[in-house]
C-alpha cells in the first residue's frame, strides 16, 4: 500500500475527463447496501441504476475489506485512478460505511482520485466531512427541478422514520438535492449531475435542468437514458433511442458540458470504462468479503 503524502492528479478521472478515458479506469466499491428512497425505475433486488446498469453487485463490503479488496485491484490493474461508490444503494442512507471507506482510501492511498454518487437525500450533513477527506468529485442524480415532473418518479422518500410520498416526497429530495449541491460546490468539490431520462415523464425537464444546475456551478451534466427493470413501476417505459439522448443532450449542452461517454456501470465495477473487468474480478470480491 503507498503512503506517500501527494495530491492526486484529478484530470486521470475518466468519467469527468473524456481524453483519459483509455488510459485511466475507476473502481466502484460496493460498501452501501441501503436506499433511502424508493426510485421507480430501480428494483434493488439487483443494483442501483443511479450510475448502473441492472446488473448484480456480486457482494457488499465493509470499510476494511474494501481496503484490502483495492489493493488486490491496484495490483490487478495498476490503471485505475479513481475509487467511487455508487450503490448498490446510496452512499449517505450508509453515511458510516461510505464515510469511513473514504477515509481509510485516503490514508493508505493519497495518489487516489475519490468519487462518490448519491441521491443527494441525506448528502448535505456530511459535506464538510466529505471535503475534508479529500474526496474531490461527487455525482447527484437529479432527475427534475420542477416537484411536479418529479413526484411521478419516486414511490416515497424516507427522512428518518417518516415516509414522504407523492409532491410532499419529490420536495423534500429537490430542497436536499439544492442544498447539497450548493455546499459541495461551496467546498470545491467537483460535481456532475445524473439525469435520469423517463419517456413521457421527465423528457421535457432535461433541458430546464441543466440550465438550473448551470446556475448552481454544476461542472458537468450526464444526461442518462433510463433502462427499464423487471419488477418496477417503469417496467414497459422504452428505453429512449440514441437519436433521442443525442437530442436532449445538445440541448442540455447549451448550459453544462456534456458527458456522453458514460457506460452506466455496475456498483462492483472495476477497470477502464470501455472494458470492464467485474466477471473477472468477482471471485476475488468475493473472497475479500469473507
Ligand atoms: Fe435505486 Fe439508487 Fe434510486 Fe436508491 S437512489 S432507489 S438505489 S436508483
Ligand atoms: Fe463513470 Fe458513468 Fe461508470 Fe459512473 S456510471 S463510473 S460516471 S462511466
Redesign the pocket.
Known amino acids: 500500500m503507498k503512503t506517500t503524502a501527494s495530491t492526486p492528479d484529478y484530470s486521470r478521472h475518466p468519467?469527468f475527463n473524456a481524453e483519459v478515458k483509455g488510459k485511466f479506469g475507476?473502481v466502484?466499491l460496493p460498501v452501501a447496501p441501503k436506499c433511502n428512497i424508493q426510485c421507480n425505475y430501480c428494483n434493488r433486488k439487483y443494483d442501483c441504476v443511479n450510475?448502473?446498469r441492472p446488473g448484480v453487485t456480486s457482494t457488499i463490503l465493509s470499510p476494511e475489506q474494501a481496503l484490502v479488496y483495492m489493493d488486490k485491484v491496484l495490483t490487478a490493474e495498476p490503471r485505475i485512478s479513481v475509487a467511487?461508490i455508487?450503490g448498490p444503494g446510496d452512499p449517505f442512507a450508509n453515511a458510516n460505511e461510505t464515510l469511513g471507506t473514504m477515509q481509510l482510501l485516503r490514508r493508505h492511498y493519497p495518489d487516489l482520485i475519490l468519487c462518490l454518487?448519491s441521491n443527494g437525500l441525506g448528502l448535505t450533513p456530511h459535506v464538510d466531512e466529505v471535503a475534508d477527506i479529500g474526496v474531490s468529485h461527487v455525482?447527484v442524480t437529479v432527475n427534475g427541478i420542477d416537484p411536479e415532473v418529479t413526484k411521478n418518479i419516486y414511490s416515497f422518500v424516507r427522512d428518518g422514520k417518516i415516509i414522504y410520498r407523492g409532491l410532499q416526497a419529490a420536495e423534500l429530495l429537490l430542497a436536499r438535492q439544492m442544498a447539497a449541491i450548493e455546499k459541495l460546490k461551496s467546498r470545491g468539490v467537483t460535481v456532475k449531475i445524473n439525469f435520469i431520462t423517463i419517456p413521457g415523464i421527465n423528457d421535457h425537464h432535461a433541458e430546464a435542468t441543466a440550465e438550473t444546475m448551470a446556475k448552481m456551478g454544476v461542472d458537468l451534466f450526464?444526461c442518462m437514458a433510463m433502462l427499464p427493470n423487471a419488477d418496477t413501476p417503469f417496467a414497459d417505459v422504452v428505453e429512449p433511442t440514441k437519436a433521442t439522448m443525442n437530442a436532449l443532450r445538445n440541448g442540455c449542452e447549451r448550459h453544462l458540458p456534456q458527458?456522453r461517454?458514460?457506460?452506466?456501470?455496475r456498483a462492483d465495477?472495476v477497470g477502464l470504462?470501455g472494458n470492464d473487468r467485474s466477471g473477472e474480478m468477482a471471485g476475488c470480491l468475493n473472497a475479500c468479503a469473507t
Not at 261 to 265: G, S
Open positions: 468519467c475507476r466502484h450510475e448502473s467511487g455508487a454518487s455525482t450526464n458527458m461517454h458514460c457506460k452506466r456501470c465495477a470504462l
